[in-house]
């Protein structure tokens, strides 16, 4: 080998049958070429066409410096995104007319769960958000308030008198108007035709929790005289579509779905949902997950089948949305800066005024009735010390090739199984290296690539 060649510690590999990628894993964009060209050109290094490609890839470098140049620049451009907020969370009641069997929500907030917030403390809550936001919103990022529990639907007063405020807001120009998301996130069965069309008036979006087709989805969600919830979410489905309402998915895959749940396709299809999403379940609060199956194994089999059944709903451009927000990423040649807005500015407002920077922390960073106007989230030692876990700041992950599509996962999940915020989150290690290599050797991409010498 030539001495002046120097390869970058970025440079990542992954070989399938006689290919072999070759790309730059902060910026993947991979070239393809026969594993025994790849070999030989590491044996002399004297393809000069190979080596200006390359080059154009900084995956061959001047030096050591040039990498590390690189990457200080690149941290600096990641941090400066670290002082925003676009996520404000209102938890109306911790209360639930539900008792699903895993629910994380139910095993995790203990302090205030018969609470319901009041409309003072939501408008305090969206004045310190605002206060966030303030100084010109950004045209091109979406910005989310979500009505959150529980069921946020047992606090409709709190609710309605919020929706008020926001909208006072808007007309002042204290909260953005057009990329401002209304979300509600509820289990569907105290919906109906009054609230849908109260729903539609403010444009809400309704994330609805249903893991699938009947009997998947009422395993495990029941009520507490435990009955399925089943044919209480259709018919709130229905008459959502009836007044217009946009429907969000959002599904628990358990043991169980993955391995019943392939026609719930059919059911997304019919309600023409605008959004699906499925959720690896998290935490130790899952004694189901202990007894019966591994956890890495649930991990590997839950992130199988995210892809499988991603790959068969594209067809009815249905699109996961873990898989869709990382296939933008790869189709931008985008950096995934954080997974989980409690490492930034997401402000979580409980019912009795607590802040926090994720729903499902109870310890609370201060409470709102004694918050200054000068309080911002992303300077709190919680939140910093969230950032310091981000794949960027850990060894082991700057060298895991799907460290651009990664974002550091979940870090209540990996605090509440390990005590140490500091490890990885495996559930997302193992989906995002599942997605990053199925995306990476797509014939499509790979057949139309080949370098040839
Ligand atoms: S820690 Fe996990 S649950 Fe909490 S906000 Fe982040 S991603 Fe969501
Ligand atoms: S957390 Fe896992 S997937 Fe993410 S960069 Fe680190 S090793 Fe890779």
């Known amino acids: 080998m ?36 790849w070999t030989t050109f590491l044996r002399n290094c004297n393809d000069k066409k190979f080596i200006n490609i390359l080059r154009q890839k900084r995956l061959i470098i001047d030096s050591k410096q040039t990498d590390k140049n690189y990457f200080k620049a690149f941290k600096e451009l990641i941090e400066s995104n670290f002082r925003n907020s676009s996520i404000l969370y209102l938890i109306l009641t911790k209360q639930c007319n539900l008792e699903c069997n895993y629910c994380f929500i139910r095993h995790s907030s203990k302090v205030d769960r018969d609470k319901l917030m009041k409309p003072s403390i939501a408008k305090l809550g969206i004045d310190v958000w605002a206060r966030h936001i303030s100084g010109g919103f ?87 005289e435990g009955n399925g919830t089943f044919n209480r979410v259709i018919r709130a489905m229905t008459i959502l579509r009836q007044e217009g309402v946009d429907i ?34 998290r935490g130790k609060t899952l004694p ?21 059944f991603s790959r068969s709903s594209e067809i009815s451009k ?60 992303w300077d709190t030692s919680i939140t910093k010390n969230w950032q310091k876990r981000l ?12 460290i651009s599509i990664c974002g550091g996962g979940c870090p209540w999940n990996v605090h509440s199984i390990s005590r140490n915020i500091a490890l990885r989150d495996n559930s997302i290690c193992v989906l995002n290296n599942k997605v990053f290599e199925d995306w990476l050797w797509t014939k499509q991409r790979c057949n139309t690539n080949i370098y040839r010498p």
Not at 10 to 33: D, E, M
Not at 329 to 351: N, S
Not at 391 to 402: E, G, H, V
Request: net charge positive.
């Open 2 to 37: 030539q001495d002046y060649v120097h390869f970058s510690r970025f440079l990542g590999t992954s070989k399938h049958n006689n290919l072999i990628a070759v790309f730059h894993r902060l910026n993947p964009s991979p070239v393809y070429l026969e594993y025994n060209t």
């Open 138 to 224: 950004n045209k091109n990022r979406q910005y989310f308030i979500i009505f959150y529990g529980g069921e946020p639907l047992l606090n409709l007063y709190t609710l309605q008198k919020a929706l008020e405020y926001i909208q006072l807001c808007q007309n002042r120009h204290r909260l953005p108007r057009k990329n401002l998301n209304l979300v509600l996130a509820t289990n569907g069965t105290l919906l109906n035709r009054k609230i849908a069309k109260l729903l539609k008036r403010y444009n809400i979006k309704v994330s609805i929790g249903l893991d699938g087709i009947k009997n998947v989805n009422d395993y495990y969600r029941k009520d507490s």
């Open 248 to 281: 969000w998915i959002s599904s628990a895959l358990t043991p169980y779905s993955i391995r019943y749940n392939n026609r719930f396709i059919n059911i997304l299809e019919r309600y023409k949902v605008d959004q699906f999403g499925f959720n690896i379940l």
């Open 288 to 308: 189901f997950l202990k007894r019966k199956t591994e956890r890495y194994h649930y991990y590997k089999m839950a992130s199988d089948f995210i892809v499988r």
């Open 318 to 377: 249905i699109y996961e949305r873990q898989i869709e927000e990382r296939l933008r990423l790869f189709k931008e040649e985008k950096f995934c800066i954080i997974d989980c807005g409690g490492c930034t500015g997401q402000l979580v407002i409980h019912p009795n005024g607590d802040i926090t920077n994720c729903p499902l922390v109870s310890r609370r960073i201060q409470n709102l009735t004694n918050t200054d106007s000068k309080f911002r989230i």
């Open 391 to 402: 794949p960027l700041y850990n060894k082991r992950c700057t060298s895991c090739n799907a």
